[in-house]
């Protein structure tokens, strides 16, 4: 069984984004991290090798500046290989490019019986990769995947619906997109730390794949405005003395809600 | 570019079209008189709800026979605009469904999709849409460049609904084509939650816990309080994650967006993801023991405190009161 894993390297959540003043693109210099909903569609991906009789897992990552630290992380928990397509016409890519890239690059690596993805990215979070991507390759697909099962080459999900779930059957090849909390990421050990660093990466560009028309020339889109919103006036903020429920019983009795 | 007209991807049940559907639909009328709802499913029951928001025509697929939406739906859509019928803007909720369709045919097309957006315009740039980020600090207005149809998301209350007072639409068959592999993937089974008092994102008061509740058995006092305010309890994703409370539970971007009267968040910081599902709140009260937190940067009450005190404090007294 042989997986890949789409990962995105992002800005460090924990520092606040900021948007370019050229382009209005969120800035991604510095370290970029893999994006914390990664980490569960690297372990389904692992788990679900595991369980399958083994092979390869593998990752696939762009991004427009070389960056593979957070590709490091996931070779680390224990994926065999990896992908990135860097290539400084990529900056600016909208989803449906991403997504195209994505599957030229899926397509090289080999025949995938499972493409893995988080349901959106934690900094640009579109959320319409994954089926984006299935819809290139012409693969069917089961977003928001909460429990995964594989038997032989159909896939089994729970696919999170708005009043709970539907139970899904799918052949593979497939994509999936999975929410976080479906696993538990193991934390990457020391000694595969270690052995992440000589983990292959193969790094190739848009050219190398024959996808054209990507970056700002290929997003079909521009920003013409950034604006601050409306802030909210600033309320009152009291340290609890032992009474402060008492505020809250005042504050929800002036509302007439009690 | 002007807007000529507009397709709504419209939801519904047993004749009810979904909230989601009536704003947008409330929204399309606003830009053009051209309205058309698309249903995944039976049509002729939801056409007169439709009709009287807006829609003048609905396409419908019919029974998907277990078919995932994305696909068929899809499918479905590029086959009616080969056939010389072609929106200038077609409108998706975020939601599961929105987002499988509007990806997959965007791919069709090979047009771009803004998504998360809580606003749209005709202006001198085009058709533009407007986006939330950083937790809604930031507003972004983005034009499509390319030819139409432009493909648009918009977040769940981003309008309100407004019946037009309109007759029933007229509904036209638009049948799913064969689609092969990407459509192989089926339903086995629906299952769904039910939840006891209002729903989360209908309630009038919403009382959501998170981490600083300590443990899962905590959430019950997010849970009593709730319903001795006859409102709605909910969650952030860091407790939704660690399995405390089922993921419909979920306030926050990739959850529910709600806008109550009043939410209550208890041992909530704030995250960015948290805060764009309850921004739009009219009163917020927020309970938290760190006062850096940034919840308390949008809150019109904040208390500086322990939950496991605060909240049973509240507790006791309003049972008190009966």
């Known amino acids: ?258 | 570019m002007a807007i000529n007209s507009i397709w709504v991807f419209a939801q519904g049940t047993g004749g009810v079209p979904t909230t989601g559907t009536l704003e947008l639909l409330t929204k399309a009328r606003s830009l053009t008189s051209n309205v058309t709802a698309f249903v995944g499913g039976d049509g002729a029951s939801l056409a007169a709800a439709l009709g009287e928001y807006g829609a003048t025509k609905v396409y419908a697929t019919g029974d998907l026979g277990g078919k995932l939406p994305g696909p068929a739906v899809s499918a479905a859509m590029k086959a009616v605009i080969d056939g010389g019928d072609s929106p200038s803007v077609i409108f998706f909720p975020q939601n599961y469904e929105g987002r499988d369709i509007v990806a997959r045919l965007s791919v069709k097309l090979d047009r771009t999709v803004l998504t998360n957006n809580i606003d749209l315009a005709d202006s001198a740039d085009g058709v533009v849409a407007t986006t939330p980020i950083f937790g809604g600090n930031t507003l972004v207005t983005t034009a499509f460049t390319g030819s139409g149809p432009h493909l648009v998301t918009f977040r769940p209350k981003s309008f309100a609904a407004e019946s037009a007072g309109g007759a029933a639409a007229q509904v036209v068959a638009a049948s799913v084509p064969d689609t092969g592999a990407a459509g192989a993937a089926k339903v086995l089974s629906v299952h769904v939650e039910e939840s006891s008092g209002p729903k989360l994102d209908e309630a009038d008061v919403v009382v959501s816990g998170g981490r600083g509740l300590g443990e899962s058995g905590k959430y019950g006092l997010v849970e009593d309080l709730a319903k001795l305010l006859k409102g709605a309890p909910g969650a952030s994703r860091a407790i939704v994650d660690a399995g405390w409370v089922p993921y419909s539970y979920q306030v926050g971007q990739t959850g529910k967006v709600v806008k109550p009267n009043v939410y209550i968040a208890a041992g909530i910081s704030g995250a960015t993801q948290h805060m764009v599902g309850m921004k739009g709140s009219k009163n917020i009260i927020a309970i938290n023991k760190d006062k850096e937190a940034p919840i308390f940067g949008v809150a019109d009450l904040g208390i500086v405190g322990d939950v496991h005190k605060v909240l049973p404090q509240l507790i006791d007294l309003l049972k008190s009161r009966g």
């Open chain 1, 1 to 258: 069984m042989n997986i890949v894993v789409c990962v995105k390297q992002i800005p460090d959540p924990a520092t606040p984004g900021a948007l370019d003043g050229s382009t209005n693109a969120l800035k991604r210099e510095g370290k970029l991290i893999l994006d914390e909903s990664d980490g569960y569609g690297v372990e389904m991906a692992l788990q679900l090798a595991a369980a399958n009789g083994g092979g390869d897992v593998s990752i696939v990552s762009m991004a427009p500046n070389g960056e593979v630290s957070g590709m490091r992380t996931a070779l680390a928990m224990g994926a065999a290989k990896g992908v990135l397509v860097s290539d400084p016409s990529l900056a600016g890519s909208d989803a449906l490019t991403t997504a195209k890239v994505l599957a030229a690059a899926i397509k090289k690596m080999g025949s995938a019986d499972l493409i893995i993805a988080a349901t959106e990215s934690s900094d640009g979070y579109t959320g319409t990769v994954p089926e984006q991507l299935a819809e290139v390759m012409g693969l069917p697909s089961v977003t928001f995947a909460k429990k995964v099962e594989i038997t032989g080459s159909t896939l089994k999900a729970d696919r999170q619906t708005e009043s709970g779930y539907d139970e899904v059957e799918c052949p593979l090849p497939a994509v999936i997109s999975v929410t976080a909390g479906v696993v538990e990421p193991r934390y990457p050990s020391f000694k595969g730390i270690m052995a992440a660093k000589s983990k292959p990466i193969d790094t190739v560009t848009a050219g190398d794949l024959g996808v054209t028309a990507t970056g700002w020339a290929g997003a079909g889109q521009k920003v013409v405005q950034v604006a601050q919103a409306e802030a909210r006036k600033a309320g009152e903020i009291v340290e609890d003395d032992g009474n402060a429920f008492n505020k809250i019983v005042a504050y929800l009795e002036n509302l007439k809600v009690i």
